[in-house]
Nanobody, 126 residues
Framework: QVQLVESGGGLVQAGGSLRLSCAAS????????MGWFRQAPGKEREFVAA????????YYAVSVKGRFTISRDNAKNTVYLQMNSLKPEDTADYYC???????????????????WGQGTQVTVSS
């Protein structure tokens, strides 16, 4: 089992940047593919970005590609989401998720992930 704790959320003006972190504890971190999802008020949780266990394959939602970057540091058991050029529509609770040793990985699907953090709030003002 793995425990996930997100941090780095906050209030930022449109055009600004934030970096979210997700610290993992438990099993060998590199055995997990990691994803970031977000949920805005009244909306379903949606995929944002994902990265495989060794960090050489990434996926992004169309809405964030070119603005957000997912990365990981397996030595620190941490995955990051660098968010640049933020827009008011990026306002949401952001969640990290872990998929343990995926034999078949569907990075954009919530059901692929075994563990979830509690979330961190991001608010982008216009």
């Amino acid at each position: 089992q793995v425990q996930l704790v997100e941090s780095g959320g906050g209030l930022v003006q449109a055009g600004g940047s934030l970096r979210l972190s997700c610290a993992a504890s438990g099993r060998t971190f590199s055995n997990y593919a990691m994803g970031w999802f977000r949920q805005a008020p009244g909306k379903e949780r949606e995929f944002v970005a994902a990265i495989n266990g060794i960090g050489d394959i990434t996926y992004y939602a169309v809405s964030v590609k070119g603005r957000f970057t997912i990365s990981r540091d397996n030595a620190k058991n941490t995955v990051y989401l660098q968010m640049n050029s933020l827009k008011p529509e990026d306002t949401a609770d952001y969640y990290c998720a872990a998929d343990y040793l995926p034999s078949a990985w569907f990075p954009r699907e919530r059901s692929s992930y075994d563990y979830w953090g509690q979330g961190t709030q991001v608010t982008v003002s216009s």
